[in-house]
């Protein structure tokens, strides 16, 4: 186990079609985020998981966001309906503990048409 | 958790000391800093991170200053490949741990 992988690393869509993103985060990590990036800025939180529960969720995660994490161990993140606003780098991370730095993956990025 | 400030980029000579300043003037006693960094087309890395004490790790040292409000991100020996964006947190150690990612400093290390 290397890292935190996702996949696609590269998904382009037409406005108005679904897409989802897969995560897997390091085996023992209970704790799943996910961030999205746009050109030039840092990266903003969208929500957040332990083991399966979602317990956060960023204002920024509208209804046509969802995100799952069934058994506790990968995760998805599902956009309907894109926009060309979805346009950006969706990142995943995990941790394992609190005050454990965040290993983060490399990133799907999405291009809406 | 607190707001950081960071100067927008910083130059390095290839084999010095780089050595990032961030200012988090309001960060709380249970509040932790954090530096990450991304390089170009990559998703953040963790570097290091401390509370009060300085510390130091394989790839940096972290110097906070006995009032807590500002600390420095020291590379000891500067490489090309450490030209990348370094973002310096405050967290809370409390629950629902979301990093809050301002602008960072971009590095740039010259030959």
């Known amino acids: 186990d290397t890292g935190v992988s996702q996949n696609p690393r590269h998904k382009i869509t037409k406005r108005g079609q679904n897409v989802t993103f897969r995560c897997d985060p390091i085996?023992?990590?209970?704790?799943l985020y996910w961030y999205r990036q746009t050109l030039g800025q840092g990266p903003e939180f969208l929500t957040y998981?332990?083991?399966?529960?979602?317990?956060?969720k960023s204002r920024l995660l509208s209804d046509r966001f969802s995100a799952e994490r069934p058994k506790g161990s990968f995760s998805t993140l599902e956009i309907q309906r894109t926009e060309q606003g979805d346009s950006a780098m969706y990142l995943c991370?995990?941790?394992?503990?609190?005050?454990?730095?965040?290993?983060f993956g490399s990133g799907t990025r999405l291009t809406v048409v | 958790d607190a707001k950081t400030t960071q100067p927008t980029s910083m130059d390095c000579a290839e084999g010095r000391a780089a050595n990032l300043p961030c200012n988090h003037s309001t960060i709380s006693g249970n509040e932790y800093v954090y530096w990450y960094r991304q390089i170009h087309s990559q998703g953040p890395q963790y570097i290091i991170h401390g509370l009060k004490n300085n510390e130091t790790n394989e790839m940096a040292s972290l110097i906070i200053t006995e009032d807590r409000k500002s600390s420095t991100l020291i590379l000891p020996h500067a490489t090309l490949r450490d030209t990348a964006v370094y973002y310096c947190?405050?967290?809370?150690?409390?629950?629902?741990?979301?990093?809050?990612f301002g602008s960072g400093t971009q590095l740039t290390v010259l030959p």
């Open positions: 991370a995990s941790s394992l503990k609190q005050d454990y730095g965040y290993t």
């Open positions: 998981f332990q083991n399966e529960a979602q317990l956060e």
């Open positions: 085996s023992e990590h209970n704790r």
């Open positions: 947190i405050a967290l809370n150690s409390g629950s629902a741990r979301q990093l809050t």
